[in-house]
């Protein structure tokens, strides 16, 4: 005769899930992104702002290729959409495809501005690259990829901003205009101006040269007022902090920091390491 503890105790294990074989795992979440890829492509915005929000929840390759092409292929609503689906990713791969939209979308501001605010919320060091390129590629959207790398604070920035100062510094010693003097002793004509626009000024990388320098100070902690001394600083090794590094657990979709010279080990993963996996973030100033 069973006793009521063992009746117990075998009708608690009929009832407790079933751990799901990996393979058939797959097969199903392969079988929803086919799904959501014909979905995606529907006639109604609608339907295909459905699918893409739904994509953003299956981190597989296959749904991170629909993202990527709706990024650059569909209406502005389903292109950022996509674009905000992707960073939930949290793959470097996904920061390269916002630069790759940044590019295809560059007649449109709202949509540059977005991809950018975009790459900010990713929130990862892989976005420095492409956020470096826009200010480099595209000044009049100099200072809202300037506020990107600020949010993120990858101090790994540094070095190409107090590069690129060089250049904006440059830019704003230039004047705005010359005086207009007549030449030769020739009197000036009636209806000239007194003062001639320089047009060899690029007034746009101008005038991003008090920004990188905030940006400077809030990524490193330090302020100096000109290019010369920042490189001088950079040169020294004092713009060099102690950087911890920030992961995420693929497992719980839970962030965790590691302190610089610290082993890398995730709170949350357990002791098989089959059972998760860890995605390099960003670095922080300790």
């Known amino acids: 005769m069973f006793k009521p503890a063992l009746i117990g105790a075998l009708a608690l294990a009929a009832f407790q899930p079933q751990a799901q074989d990996p393979a058939d795992a797959a097969r199903q979440r392969q079988a929803r992104v086919n799904d959501l890829r014909k979905q995606a492509g529907a006639s109604d915005e609608g339907a295909r702002l459905r699918a893409i929000q739904e994509l953003g929840t299956i981190f597989s390759e296959d749904a991170r290729s629909v993202l990527v092409a709706k990024t650059t292929s569909d209406s502005e609503a389903v292109r950022l959409a996509a674009g905000k689906a992707l ?36 929130d990862m060091c892989a976005s420095i690259a492409v956020l470096l390129h826009v200010v480099e590629s595209r000044p009049a959207s100099g200072n809202d990829a300037l506020e990107a790398l600020v949010k993120i604070g990858c101090p790994e920035s540094a070095t190409a901003l107090v590069n690129y100062l060089k250049k904006a510094e440059t830019e704003e010693k230039k004047p705005d205009f010359f005086d207009n003097i ?59 902090p102690r950087l911890a590094s920030i992961y995420l657990c693929e497992s719980t979709r839970e962030k965790f920091d590691m302190a610089a010279g610290k082993s890398k080990k995730c709170p949350n993963g357990g002791d098989a390491k089959s059972d998760h996996e860890d995605a390099f973030l960003k670095h922080r100033r300790e």
């Open 182 to 240: 007549p030449v030769n002793g020739q009197p000036r004509r009636p209806g000239t101006p007194d003062k001639i626009e320089n047009k060899t000024k690029d007034k746009a990388v101008a005038a991003l040269a008090p920004k990188v320098r905030e940006a400077l100070k809030a990524l490193t902690g330090r302020s100096f007022d000109t290019q010369r001394e920042w490189a001088a600083a950079l040169q020294s090794g004092s713009l060099t």
């Open 87 to 122: 960073i939930l990713h949290k793959k470097p791969l996904c920061a390269q495809a916002l630069g790759n939209a940044v590019q295809a979308n560059a007649k449109s501001d709202k949509l540059v501005k977005g991809f950018i605010g975009l790459l900010a919320e990713l």
